[in-house]
């Protein structure tokens, strides 16, 4: 049986999840977290290590530390959790697309290798993988960004940034490689999981009127009740919409140390001859 544990910070609004057989006690990481504070450039583990704690008290083994995409608004913990636990770090294998216009944008060297390599393994669409006695499918959601996918686990989506909760509405479009109309395409494609379906998703922002955070709902709910893409909304109303939208939305707080780190499957880039990384900050370009 599954066991969904989650871990929410506040600081991003992101949720990170330990998704665990009960069975056999293997379990996959979903979109984890490292504090990071913009002023100093300092990276910490608080987040990361109380998720590690957790899988270390219930004796749980990593098997799979998973990005359901790369992150533009928080910093994954993934190389650092599997340094600390063990398994396997992975993502879509659209990542190559990600890591191409980034690569270009953050002017890489030729060091900064663009075919998905920092990471342990790249699932290609509809691609399943075990979780002790569990399986998992991969199936890729573009629209957000190009290498977004979607993990089906028994009753369970873990949708990353595709869907928010209902009163919130849907992922942005306007990042490098995003699509909006490949966004609505995917989100359809989620909506022909039966309505009974768990839905976690990876953030949070708290829709007005709403006092406490949530990042659990239903296939269902989202259909009859996403103020943004319900079942209703037709492919040209979401686009419109989105695009008008999108159009007002502010670069992301996190957005050029997390994708830089983030493309890196948690590594830090290439030290230079003082032995520190460093993040570059393109001016005029995002």
Same mark, same amino acid.
């Given at each position: 049986? /599954?066991?969904?544990?989650?871990?929410?910070?506040? $600081?991003?609004?992101?949720?990170?999840?330990?998704?665990?057989?009960?069975?056999?006690?293997?379990? $996959?990481?979903?979109?984890?977290?490292?504090?990071?504070?913009?002023?100093?450039?300092?990276?910490?583990?608080?987040?990361?290590?109380?998720?590690?704690?957790?899988?270390?008290?219930?004796?749980?083994?990593?098997?799979?530390?998973?990005?359901?995409?790369?992150?533009?608004?928080?910093?994954?913990?993934?190389?650092?959790?599997?340094?600390?636990?063990?398994?396997?770090?992975? &993502?879509?294998?659209?990542?190559?697309?990600?890591?191409?216009?980034?690569?270009?944008?953050?002017?890489?060297?030729?060091?900064?290798?663009?075919?998905?390599?920092?990471?342990?393994?790249?699932?290609?669409?509809?691609?399943?993988?075990?979780? #002790?006695?569990?399986?998992?499918?991969?199936?890729?959601?573009?629209?957000?960004?190009?290498?977004?996918?979607?993990?089906? &686990?028994?009753? $369970?989506?873990?949708?990353?940034?595709?869907?928010?909760?209902?009163?919130?509405?849907?992922?942005?479009?306007?990042?490098?490689?995003?699509?909006?109309?490949?966004?609505?395409?995917?989100? @359809?494609? &989620?909506?022909?999981?039966?309505?009974?379906?768990?839905?976690?998703?990876?953030?949070?922002?708290?829709?007005?009127?709403?006092?406490?955070?949530?990042?659990?709902?239903?296939? #269902?709910?989202?259909?009859?009740?996403?103020? @943004?893409?319900?079942?209703?909304?037709?492919?040209?109303?979401?686009?419109?919409?989105?695009?008008?939208?999108?159009?007002?939305?502010?670069?992301?707080?996190?957005?050029?140390?997390?994708?830089? &780190?983030?493309?890196?499957?948690?590594?830090?880039?290439?030290?230079?001859?003082?032995?520190?990384?460093?993040?570059?900050?393109?001016?005029?370009? /995002?």
């Amino acid at each position: 049986m /599954l066991e969904v544990k989650s871990f929410f910070d506040e $600081a991003t609004n992101n949720v990170s999840y330990v998704a665990a057989d009960s069975e056999t006690g293997k379990c $996959a990481v979903f979109d984890s977290l490292l504090d990071y504070d913009a002023a100093s450039g300092r990276l910490t583990h608080e987040s990361a290590d109380q998720l590690i704690a957790y899988v270390k008290e219930n004796k749980l083994d990593v098997e799979w530390i998973i990005d359901t995409h790369v992150h533009a608004d928080h910093i994954t913990g993934a190389h650092y959790i599997k340094e600390q636990t063990g398994g396997k770090t992975a &993502i879509g294998s659209n990542i190559t697309e990600v890591q191409k216009v980034f690569g270009k944008i953050f002017n890489e060297s030729q060091t900064f290798h663009t075919d998905g390599s920092q990471f342990d393994h790249l699932f290609n669409d509809d691609e399943t993988y075990k979780i #002790g006695s569990l399986t998992g499918r991969a199936i890729h959601t573009p629209g957000h960004t190009s290498a977004c996918m979607v993990h089906h &686990i028994e009753d $369970a989506l873990f949708v990353g940034d595709t869907l928010f909760m209902p009163d919130f509405g849907t992922a942005r479009c306007d990042f490098p490689g995003g699509d909006v109309s490949r966004l609505y395409k995917s989100i @359809q494609k &989620i909506y022909e999981f039966p309505d009974e379906t768990r839905m976690f998703l990876c953030h949070d922002y708290k829709a007005p009127g709403r006092d406490e955070f949530a990042w659990e709902t239903t296939v #269902g709910e989202q259909k009859r009740s996403n103020v @943004q893409a319900n079942e209703n909304v037709s492919e040209e109303e979401f686009t419109a919409m989105r695009k008008a939208r999108d159009e007002k939305l502010g670069t992301p707080r996190l957005m050029v140390p997390s994708v830089q &780190i983030n493309m890196r499957a948690g590594g830090l880039p290439e030290p230079e001859a003082n032995g520190a990384s460093y993040i570059k900050v393109p001016l005029n370009i /995002l």
